[in-house]
């Protein structure tokens, strides 16, 4: 399901505060938030939208770093390509898209899934929807 509506507007009354809230969202069929990088490409070609002031290295650089799980929620990303242009507020916007309230959002950054581990890593972001997590 990818979104239809480029979630150019966020439903902030529904945006996950936890995981098992995320892991519902990505179950409910929903199609308001980014379950894909190309949703992100259809938020970032509204020039209206943050992610338009983001250099294409930048960009791409963020795109590449998306894993999405089998549900459409988003897994990990590496938020360090946003912090070159984005504010704080406006990288919390970026993954509010993604259907994640921002103090979910705070307890998920800083971690990184590696050989099955939910491990310390400065810049990425786990969302615990992830296959190693959920191993």
Known sequence: ???TTVAAEI???KLATNAEEFS???ESGEDWFVQSADD?????????NILARLPESEFSSFLGS????????????????LMSVLTLSE???VFE???????????????ECKNGECKFDFWSL????CAACLE
């Open 1 to 3: 399901m990818t979104v």
């Open 11 to 13: 439903k902030k009354s």
């Open 24 to 26: 519902a969202l990505g």
């Open 40 to 48: 992100f490409r259809r938020l970032r070609a509204d020039r209206e």
């Open 66 to 81: 998306l894993k999405f799980s089998t549900k459409g929620t988003l897994a990990s990303a590496c938020y360090r390509p």
């Open 91 to 93: 990288i919390f916007q």
């Open 97 to 111: 898209h993604c259907g994640m309230a921002r103090e979910y959002t705070v307890r998920c950054l800083e971690y």
């Open 126 to 129: 786990c969302t615990h929807d």
